[in-house]
């Protein structure tokens, strides 16, 4: 190990999505909504539910190995996994740990790391100290959710809202034609209520009441975390851009946690960033949590929106509450991208 500080940046990026669309009109049968609520209150029409079976291991392991291809990376190579996820395989042991088997990633490390939806740019950030502090070469990180799991699908306020899927990233040194630019990470544990899942831990443990009371499902105050989360956009972004020196206009590309346009089109408006700069998919797969950031960096990847040379901003807020910003100049060519 030594002091030197070294430049992080993404050198593969993948994702992987369940191929099930749930639409808006599943919604209409079970509860009491419609699509005309939905998209117009969120933005959304569908979003993609994993097969019953199928976990956080398998769809962040299938990211996992999209995004080590278009890094040309091996398995062998990787240092270290970090998985961001608040609905993992099981308690524990850490669903990274489950994917370091699965990949044959033999020397690598592992843990998971839980930040909510911020969860993907605190794992780059982890990944960035590693890397910049010279412990390790190659870091793989995951952000992966399927909060389907854990949604009551009988609380039309939540059970709209919610996909899953699993996004994933190479991150290795840098030179200076890319890079990460800067990070900003934050939390306010005193709205720690206002987005959580009661029951299932040391302080709740499950049992038949705590099922019985629905306590093992997603609570969301959700006006309290809108209005949190447009600021907390607004005021990242900004601290992210001012800490490498880079004004809004010189940002070629916004990718924000994919939760409800309402909230992206208002944290835009705050940062002067029009809307032909902003990344949006969150019509196709809803609030897929610690994924909706890598997805949508693989998919403005393969589209051509992010391109060798741009700067972009992904910023990401949930439960916790935390936020996380971070500028980035991409270093990738399109071509790079996965196809899911
Ligand atoms: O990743 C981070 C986690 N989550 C988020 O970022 C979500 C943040 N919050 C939001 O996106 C929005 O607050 C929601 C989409 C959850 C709700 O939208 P809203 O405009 O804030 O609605 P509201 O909670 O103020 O509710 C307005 C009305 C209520 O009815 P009443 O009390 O006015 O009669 C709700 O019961 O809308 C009702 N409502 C619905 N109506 C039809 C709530 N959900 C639905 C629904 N269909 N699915």
């Known amino acids: ?26 919604f209409e049968k079970i509860v009491d909504t419609t699509d005309e609520w939905i998209f117009t209150r969120t933005g959304i029409k569908e979003r993609r539910i994993a097969p019953a079976g199928e976990a956080a291991s398998d769809l962040g392991a299938r990211a996992a190995i999209s995004a080590l ?25 850490a669903t990274a740990s489950v994917i ?21 740019v605190y794992a780059l ?24 799991r854990m949604t009551n699908y009988a609380d039309r306020s939540t059970c ?3 996909g899953d899927g699993a996004g994933a990233a190479v991150v290795a040194p840098a030179d200076d034609s890319h890079g990460i630019l800067s990070i900003v990470l934050g939390s306010d544990g005193s709205g720690a209520d206002l987005l959580k899942v009661e029951a299932g831990g040391s302080r709740l443990p499950t049992t038949a009441d705590t099922v019985q009371a629905q306590k093992h499902y ?13 600021r907390v956009i607004g005021d990242a972004a900004s601290e992210a851009l001012e800490k490498c020196g880079l004004s809004p206009d010189e940002v070629d590309l ?38 909706s950031i890598p997805i949508a960096i693989d ?39 996965s196809t899911h």
């Open 1 to 26: 190990m030594n002091n030197q500080v070294r430049r992080a940046g993404i050198v593969g990026i993948g994702s992987a999505i369940p191929e099930q669309v749930c639409t808006n009109q599943y």
């Open 69 to 93: 291809d278009s890094a040309g990376t091996s398995p062998e190579e990787i240092d270290l996994i970090i998985c961001a996820t608040i609905s993992g395989d099981m308690p524990f042991p």
């Open 100 to 120: 370091q088997d699965r990949l044959g990633a033999s020397k690598a490390a592992a843990f998971d790391l839980a930040a909510g939806c911020s969860g993907f």
């Open 125 to 148: 950030a982890s990944a960035a100290s590693f890397i910049g502090s010279g412990v390790y070469d190659k870091v793989l990180i995951i952000g992966v959710d399927l909060l389907s």
């Open 160 to 162: 709209v809202l919610f």
């Open 218 to 230: 997603i609570q969301m105050a959700g006006s309290e975390v809108f209005k949190f989360a447009v």
């Open 254 to 291: 916004f990718i924000p946690h994919q939760a409800n346009i309402r909230i992206i089109d208002s944290a835009a408006r705050r940062l002067k960033i029009p809307t032909e700069k902003v990344f949006v998919n969150v019509q196709k797969y809803g609030n897929t949590s610690a994924a």
């Open 299 to 337: 998919e403005a990847v393969q589209e051509g929106r992010l391109k060798k040379g741009d700067t972009f901003v992904a910023v990401g807020f949930g439960a916790g509450l935390t936020w996380a910003a971070s500028v980035i100049k991409w270093g990738m060519d399109s071509r790079d991208g």
